[in-house]
């Protein structure tokens, strides 16, 4: 099975799906066969790679509702020199699965059965981008997953929200899910020019010591274009300090669950 990821935190605009898609996207550079699940409603990780949301017959939804097979859901998406990444888009139509799910039994498994009981077994990863809430979603999410990646906005409420957070988490593992583990904090939007943000470097690092990555994601003009144009940050400038931090943060990933990777991109 391939190593399942959530990328998760209920506090908007920390990063979240940038990471999802950039991740993704160096992860397949660096010669790894990468699958996003959007699992957030707004969809903005499929918006972000160019999917037109009204040609899709199919999307997420059909995977948690419909059972419908995940290869007839899946679109690849061709990034850098030959490579590609594939995704189970989802549009505002998933909001409704959040609550169509409640009336399902074992409803806080649905999306781990239904990987499970597909042909991903040729995945080396599995990218969930989770919804700013913690919702059922989420919660199938944490599921069906191996371990959690938590992306920390480096501003002065960083810390608001990570305690209900763990304690969601914990109720997981408790109930649902002893296995899952935390991947990593990863502090995104660093901007070394601001004092606030080298404060909440130290207290993140402080408080969640080796868990949090080595990688830090900067504050960066081209990650916040790259979505309009639909494209990941390595086809928007493969040259840009947004694109060296997550080539980094994949490298770091790979190392750290002990895989190899292509260290010459062709460019």
Same mark, same amino acid.
């Given at each position: 099975m391939p190593k399942i990821i959530a990328v998760i935190n209920q506090k908007g605009g920390v990063g979240k799906t940038t990471t999802v898609v950039n991740l993704s996207a160096g992860l397949s550079l660096l010669g790894k066969k990468v699958l996003i699940i959007d699992l957030?409603?707004?969809?903005?990780?499929?918006?972000?790679?160019?999917?037109?949301?009204?040609?899709?017959?199919?999307?997420?939804?059909?995977?948690?509702?419909?059972?419908?097979?995940?290869?007839?859901?899946?679109?690849?998406?061709?990034?850098?020199?030959?490579?590609?990444i594939y995704l189970s888009p989802a549009t505002a139509e998933l909001s409704g699965a959040d609550i169509e799910l409640y009336d399902l039994d074992d409803r806080e498994n649905i999306l781990k059965k239904n990987i499970e009981s597909q042909d991903v077994y040729n995945f080396d990863f599995i990218i969930i981008d989770c919804p700013p809430s913690l919702s059922l979603l989420s919660i199938n999410a944490l599921s069906a997953s191996n371990t959690i990646l938590v992306p920390i906005q480096c501003e002065f409420y960083a810390m608001e929200g990570l305690?209900?957070?763990?304690?969601? !988490?914990?109720?997981?593992?408790?109930?649902?899910?002893? &296995?899952?583990?935390? %991947?990593?904090? *990863?502090? @995104?939007?660093?901007?070394?020019?601001?004092? !606030?943000?080298?404060?909440?470097?130290?207290?993140?690092? &402080?408080?969640?010591? %080796?868990?949090? *990555?080595? @990688?830090?994601i900067p504050k960066n003009v081209k990650l916040a274009e790259s979505p309009s144009f639909g494209k990941c940050i390595f086809d928007y400038d493969r040259f840009c300090l947004g694109s060296k931090s997550y080539m980094e943060l994949s490298k770091e990933l790979i190392s750290k669950n002990g895989g190899d990777y292509v260290e010459k991109i062709s460019r």
């Open positions: 957030d409603p707004q969809g903005n990780a499929s918006s972000g790679l160019g999917i037109d949301k009204n040609s899709l017959n199919f999307t997420t939804y059909d995977l948690l509702s419909a059972n419908k097979d995940i290869s007839d859901i899946i679109k690849k998406i061709e990034i850098g020199d030959n490579k590609k305690a209900q957070l763990n304690k969601t !988490i914990n109720l997981v593992k408790e109930r649902i899910n002893n &296995n899952l583990q935390i %991947e990593g904090f *990863l502090l @995104t939007m660093f901007d070394s020019r601001n004092n !606030i943000c080298k404060t909440v470097v130290n207290e993140v690092k &402080n408080y969640f010591g %080796e868990e949090v *990555l080595k @990688t830090i």
